[in-house]
Nanobody, 112 residues
Framework: VQLVESGGGLVQPGGSLRLSCAAS????????MSWYRQAPGKERELVAR????????NYSYFVKGRFTISRDNAKNTVYLQMNNLKPEDTAVYYC??????WGKGTLVTVSS
C-alpha cells in the first residue's frame, strides 16, 4: 500500500503547478482521496478532498477558486491543479487515503 506524490517545484507567484499522486496496493476507486499540506513550522492542513467516484469535491477556503482536485480511477491517480499560486502556498503537499500510510510528499515553493 503506497502513495507517491510528484509534480512539485519552484514557481513564481501567480504561476501554476499540477501535482500527481499515484496509489498502489489498494482498490483506489473505493476510497475518497484528499490533498494536505504542511508549511514549515505549521501543522498539516487539509487542502481538498474528492469522493471515490469523483462526483463531489470540497476545498479549504484558502485555496477555493484557485485549486482543482480531480482523479482518474483507471490510472489510480489523483491530481491537484494549482493556479494563481501565492507565497503562502509554499509547503510540502501530501495525498491521503484511508487505507494508506502518508507518503513522502512533494515540495512546492512559491517565490520570486
Amino acid at each position: 500500500v503506497q502513495l507517491v506524490e510528484s509534480g512539485g517545484g519552484l514557481v513564481q507567484p501567480g504561476g501554476s503547478l499540477r501535482l500527481s499522486c499515484a496509489a498502489s496496493g489498494f482498490t483506489f476507486s473505493r476510497y475518497a482521496m484528499s490533498w494536505y499540506r504542511q508549511a514549515p513550522g505549521k501543522e498539516r492542513e487539509l487542502v481538498a478532498r474528492i469522493t471515490n467516484d469523483g462526483g463531489s469535491t470540497n476545498y479549504s477556503y484558502f485555496v477555493k477558486g484557485r485549486f482543482t482536485i480531480s482523479r482518474d480511477n483507471a490510472k489510480n491517480t489523483v491530481y491537484l491543479q494549482m493556479n494563481n499560486l501565492k507565497p503562502e502556498d509554499t509547503a510540502v503537499y501530501y495525498c491521503q487515503a484511508a487505507p494508506a500510510p502518508w507518503g513522502k510528499g512533494t515540495l512546492v515553493t512559491v517565490s520570486s
